[in-house]
DNA sequence: GTCTGTGTCCAAAGCGCTTTGGCTATTGTG
DNA sequence: CACAATAGCCAAAGCGCTTTGGACACAGAC
């Protein structure tokens, strides 16, 4: 069914249906019921190819999700995060198109992108400290919003980020504050800005209290279960052991968990764990006493807001760079406690 | 840069322009090198929408992944399924369009998806035993693709599953050769084909053996850590609690093994345990000695596989349903033991 | 009675591509 | 040498929609 049949069908030209549909003022009010009515009956919707070539806009959205090129991964925050961009879309009418990309191709797939015309906007992922790509984007004039920074980028540009810094340096605040003083940083992959800034929060709360970041106690990977355990265990081992650990994924928290059982030790009693906790559905850490002590931020919620400010951007081009940070909560669990004696 | 631009900078027609870009055999060599080089040169990529309204094609391919009404939550296994299939559509030139959608608007989104014409093919996830999709996409003419099977379905389709109640049937075997005779189920949504396949082996195991299926043995939720968790610490503490726990999922394998840690068990001693590993990324069993032993079926490759159905089934669309069945490896790991006397 | 407005509708162009159906040289064949 | 075949190119139609620029009828105003 298409319009050339549907306004067959009705004894009216196409360009009066298609007025009808979309609202156009220069239509009988009654007419226009009448080919409402019709359209719902024979479930008549417009070919999206030949309105976006029309019109010049696809009511599509591009995301982009670097695959880890170490483990094969997409990072597990992704569904959390697509999740609630897609509802978004769905919402205001807008498809989501995925790319899954290692990082080596990244500029390529951003420019073919942008020739072959399939999306009205695009979402930055796991943006690295000197990235590229803004000024790629910036160049071809296609609406992007960056889900975090790039640190070393100094042209304006949307973006959302929550503050990383910030929590991570409340995190070791609170663990100082109950007397740790060797702590573990089990951190990102540190390319990636949201964990330089981590690890930035970290260490000013160290130093000043005057104690020096040691990096035999400080790690950077790909977050997963895995890496947690074997950095802990490892840890664990030195001679002289960390009594605290803060993690920046609640994934590869349960690793340093397991370590620390393996160990025969006690969470929140020998050892204290604070994570990042990216809230992720299958990992919710919300019962009457959190599994563990987090810096909690919803990435779902990030990935609605940040659809919202793209569909913002796309509706009207002019209203500027968007900017927004979202603090995370530091909820107390049962994995921390005093330093041990 | 469009194709008129680019052939007025040729001093050629946009028919030859596209025919030599296309490979067709109406151009000569010379001249459809020259073309390729001006191409490339000048960042021409054919627009999207507008080849795809001349040919009827839209190297687009949909994947509709359900979100939980529960949890609101997306199955942590579609980042590594999705990153499987993306692989594989990159690959061939296809996009994938994504759409989240809550289990109650299903059949529209479908209808939608046809009617607008965004893609050529569909990969179904996650069917229920009877599931309505089946029908209605066969009636729709669309290629699809599902991704597990439904068992009330009659008519033909084609699918790629992996072999549920085998696995789930040997898993048991080898915790009752292990003199286990209390076996907890912890099962996926058994509206989902693959819990109920899953639970079906499962009960035939033990019928084989003379036992009856305990149903305070068995539970079936969306698989969260959480649920992980509670259902064992709940069965723990029953008067006659399990000696050994089948699980659906390793996330919520991870949570009874929290459970068994926090009543003071040892895993792989006092209680043992068996899980449904779908080799995701970001937790990889696969250590010397694997933590879990479990029922191993990688999710990513499952998914290039579907894409790769699905793109013959578009190539070549009287090839036939496509059906493939894959078999779980059971990997023998640290988490099972004898049974206790 | 003419003129201007206004409310309703429509024909046709155009979005950027592919593809059908020529057209013109050039080559091969008897 | 005439004719057919072929190689190489192009004009134009068409994919399904939106949108520009009227057309027409009827109303009210002078």
Redesign the interface.
Known sequence: ?NLKELSRHLNLSPTTVSRALNGYPEVSETTRARVQAAARAM????????R??ATGR?Q?IAHVIP??RR??????I???F??GA??TY?RAGY???????DDVRQDRVY??IH????VDGIIVSAPAMRDPRIALLNGLGLPFVVHGRATEETAPYSWLDTNNSRSFRRATDFLLDLGHRRIALINGLEDMDFAWRRRRGFEAALIARGLAPDPRLMRAED????YGFRSARDMLRQAEPPTAFLVSSV?SA?GV??AI?DAGLDMGRDVSVITHDDD?????ND?DVP?FTATRSSV?SAGERVAEMLLQLIRDPGCGPLTEMMEAELIIGASTGPAPQ
């Not at 483990?71 to 597990?76: L, R």
């Open positions: 069914m479930n008549y919707r417009p070919n999206a190819r030949a976006g070539l696809t599509a695959v880890s483990h094969q991964m997409v990072n597990p992704f569904g959390d697509i999740a897609g509802e769905a498809d989501m198109v995925l790319s899954i990309v420019r073919d020739a072959r015309g399939t977050m997963t279960e895995v994934i349960i968990r397991r059982h992720l559905g299958a990992f919710k019962q599994i779902r």
